[in-house]
């Protein structure tokens, strides 16, 4: 049984379809963001997309640790 929090979300990302897909979501707006840093000039549209996928990327993090901590209250049980 996985008792540390990586262990948790190694399991969680194999067995919980929605762990993966907020992981995936996650990763990719991670990607998007890189893709937008990199340009030495930000437009205005730049400057709201980095803003969104900043505050998605914290939504989908938030979601993804609540479903952790879930499961590591039902290990310590």
Known sequence: MPTTSQDIRQ???????????LAEEHSR?????????KSSYLSSEDLIQEAELKKLKLRLKDRMELILARHQQMVSH
């Open 11 to 21: 399991s969680l990302l194999a067995r919980d379809p929605e762990f993966r897909n």
């Open 29 to 37: 707006c991670e990607s998007q963001l890189e893709q937008i840093l």
